[in-house]
């Protein structure tokens, strides 16, 4: 079996990236070591870049549609990984996670709708609501010591009256990976009240050792029925540069609705090279992902321990899954700008702020451990200078 290498120190800059290439528009310095936008430092896996590669070697990069094996690819994928039937006709594509959240805005609800997100959370997810005039309802998290879950009175109550309700399942920023028993409860008050579920699933292979994904609509026929499934390889496999992302949607009706929006836009026909790695990431991505997950647990078993030791003061949310580490700083007292500033100038860190993932979020940071061990650890000795007791 091929051992792959994740302690490989990739040379990003100058390509472009906007983790690398933007840290002086969004942080005001070059030199911030970047630990914010959901992208990994590690390389696209081999088999993706050689498919892509392959490709494009061929000399006409003219119109193409998404074959055969291109569909069986997601569909075994998620027989495969997640248990989860889906049927070819149900599948839809389009540029993006967040296209697809905005286009399901337009489809299912009228402007001034109710629409529900569990902040803190992928701030995306507001502007979908707030850019098209719908309103947006903020069912919040709660906190304990040990991680967020969902506060289900809040959300029985908000749930009379509201439209649409969008999940991140597993949840960007505060990691967790919602059990069956906890996503069993969000579908019976949706079903009550009659509310079409969004289940934003772009992190669900990126679940750590010892926790498990449940596809919310795997729950049962009449979950499903109710329910627009969103996903992408480009998580994953690190390749959102491809902009290729898949939507699940049973109930014909919905399907239909959401397919005359993409009409509309004239958005489904996709990127000739997106829909090559994706197939090639989700035919042969198995192994790669079983030890780029394994790589990930490690980095954070180091990040736990490092806190623990040496920055008592912060508290880590241990995330269950994704490879994004929810850090509260409440303990010191800053205020946002204090945080944020300290961080940049003092620490020389680029994460991403707390308080851009709404309510919830203040005196958070989140950050990226998706890079090589020997680059976290740097980044974590610079935490310490500033943050450690
Ligand atoms: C929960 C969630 N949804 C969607 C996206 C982005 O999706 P896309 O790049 O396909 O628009 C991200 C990226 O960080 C994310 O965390």
Not at 247 to 275: P, T, V, W
Not at 304 to 316: G, W
Not at 331 to 339: E, N, P, Q, T, V
């Amino acid at each position: 079996m091929e051992l792959y290498d994740f302690d490989r120190h990739v040379q990003r800059e100058g390509t472009s990236s906007v983790k690398y290439g933007l840290r002086q528009m969004f942080f005001g310095s070059d030199e911030v070591q970047p630990l914010w936008v959901a992208d990994m430092d590690f390389e696209t896996p081999d088999f993706v870049r050689d498919a892509v590669l392959q490709r494009a070697m061929h000399p006409v990069y003219g119109y193409t549609f998404r074959n055969e094996a291109y569909y069986n690819s997601i569909i075994q994928w998620f027989a495969r990984r997640h248990q989860y039937d889906i049927r070819r006709d149900w599948l839809l594509f389009s540029p993006g996670v967040v296209p697809a959240l905005n286009v399901a805005v337009l489809a299912l609800t009228e402007p001034g709708d109710r629409i529900i997100v569990q902040s803190p959370v992928y701030f995306p997810f507001f502007w979908a609501v707030t850019h098209h005039n719908r309103t947006l309802i903020h069912n919040l998290l709660t906190k304990s010591d040990q991680r967020y879950d969902i506060d289900f009175d809040q959300l029985r109550a908000q749930a009379k009256g509201a439209k649409m309700l969008i999940i991140c399942n597993p949840h960007n920023p505060v990691g967790r990976a919602w059990t069956k028993k906890e996503l069993e409860t969000v579908a019976e008050i949706c079903l009550e009240n009659k509310i079409i579920v969004v289940s934003d699933e772009i992190h669900n292979d990126l679940v750590l050792p010892g926790f498990r994904h449940q596809v919310f609509a795997g729950l049962s026929k009449e979950v499903e029925d109710i329910t627009i499934t969103m996903h992408a390889a480009s998580k994953t496999f690190n390749l959102a540069g491809l902009a290729t992302s898949t939507l699940i949607i049973s109930n014909e009706a919905l399907r239909q609705m959401f397919k005359h929006s993409l009409d509309g836009l004239h958005i489904d026909m996709g990127n000739l090279f997106g829909a090559v790695a994706t197939q090639a990431a989700f035919t042969h991505g198995d192994v790669w992902l079983d030890q780029l997950l394994a790589y990930l647990n490690n980095n954070l078993d180091y990040l736990d321990l490092f806190v623990k030791e040496h920055l008592p003061r912060v508290k880590l949310f241990r995330p269950e899954a994704t490879y994004l580490a929810w850090l509260d700083f409440s303990a010191f007292g800053f205020s946002d700008d204090a945080l944020k500033n300290k961080m940049i100038h003092e620490a020389g860190l680029g994460l991403s702020a707390g308080i851009e993932f709404g309510p919830g979020g203040s005196q958070c940071m989140r950050l990226n451990f998706a890079c090589p061990l020997v680059q976290l650890k740097t980044a974590l000795e610079k935490l310490k200078k500033v943050f450690g007791d």
